[in-house]
């Protein structure tokens, strides 16, 4: 600064942040990014400018700010455009089928990834294709997810700690589509383990601890389902991003309801306030669908209605085959019920 070199000061700015997105602390870190790039466009630095961008929707993302993440993504797309920069375009291109399989724009998410995937040679721009993996699991299209994992082997291979992470994060969620849990879950504990190294807070290794806790969950491994909810309880108020808060929630509900403990109801609902807040509507529907089970196994059939008619809808608009026919499921049962 003293110097008044403003392209090493943006870019000293934008490293600094990446250190501090992987202590967790987000908010400095987006208040550097933020004037990373301010300076970088007063002084016409394109690249500086761009690689800030990059960064900023990196941080936002991190701190479930998914909308805002989009926005800053649109803002890099249109620069990169505007000076005729493949390279960041592409990798924008490639963060963007993130942010848009989290809101649930899956169809979105899969055009953006085809525009990428002549372009992306590297691993590091493979690894956010990858992504598309779960929306095929969770249609229940498991050749076209193991096929997005074969094409993009690359990214398996990668020293790089978050093409690992992303890699274990693709390959869990394929595995569980698969009816393998607990490959499932060791696929996922990689990425866990690299909590220390990336963040807990950063894309792939937050989306492993989901899939693990889904997949011991699933096992019917109460201790570990406990040793990984220990790993939200022990998080530092800063650290607790919506989803945090939202998953423990909702695994809480989920043991309650297996162990016929006391907060299911509520449990469920506070996970359900925060799904629809940060406009995750998928998830939402899967704990409306939950909810609505223990409800319906309480004996509450009335309250489980709007709960079921509002998660088909979303898995009918989403395509979310397995997740219809467990609807459907859910509906002869009580159907029978009633007989």
Do not use: C
Request: proline letters at 2%; charged letters at 25%.
């Amino acid at each position: 600064e003293t110097l008044g070199l403003p392209e090493t000061l943006a870019e000293g700015l934008n490293s600094k942040a990446i250190n501090l997105l992987r202590a967790d602390r987000l908010y400095e870190g987006r208040v550097l990014l933020e004037a990373a790039v301010s300076l970088a466009v007063e002084h016409d630095l394109h690249n500086a400018a761009l690689r800030a961008l990059n960064n900023l929707t990196v941080v936002q993302g991190s701190a479930d700010r998914v909308l805002e993440s989009l926005a800053t993504i649109e803002r890099g797309l249109a620069l990169a455009r505007r000076v005729g920069d493949r390279g960041w375009e592409s990798n924008l291109l490639g963060f963007a089928v993130g942010v848009l399989t989290e809101l649930d724009r899956w169809d979105e998410a899969l055009a953006h990834a085809a525009k990428v995937e002549e372009r992306a040679s590297s691993s590091f721009a493979q690894s956010f294709l990858i992504i598309t993996a779960r929306i095929h699991s969770e249609r229940g299209d498991i050749d076209r997810a193991r096929d997005v994992l074969t094409r993009h082997s690359i990214v398996g291979q990668s020293d790089a700690g978050q093409d690992a992470a992303h890699w274990a994060l693709a390959e869990a969620r394929a595995l569980r589509a698969e009816g393998k849990p607990a490959e499932a879950l060791a696929a996922a504990e990689r990425a866990i383990a690299l909590r220390f190294e990336l963040g807990i807070t950063i894309y792939p290794v937050k989306f492993s601890l989901f899939e693990a806790l889904e997949a011991a969950f699933g096992l019917g491994d109460v201790a570990k389902t406990r040793e990984l909810l220990a790993i939200l309880d022990g998080l530092r108020p800063g650290q607790l991003m919506p989803l945090f808060a939202a998953y423990r929630a909702r695994f809480r509900a989920k043991l309650a309801a297996r162990e016929g403990g006391a907060d299911v109801a509520h449990d469920f609902t506070a996970a359900e306030s925060i799904f629809r807040e940060i406009d995750m509507p998928f998830r939402l529907a899967v704990t409306q669908l939950e909810h609505a089970e223990w409800l319906m196994q309480e004996g509450q059939s009335p309250q489980a209605e709007a709960l079921v008619d509002e998660a088909r809808a979303t898995f009918e608009r989403l395509r979310a085959k397995p997740w219809l026919a467990r609807v459907a499921a859910l509906a002869s049962k009580h159907a029978e019920a009633m007989a």
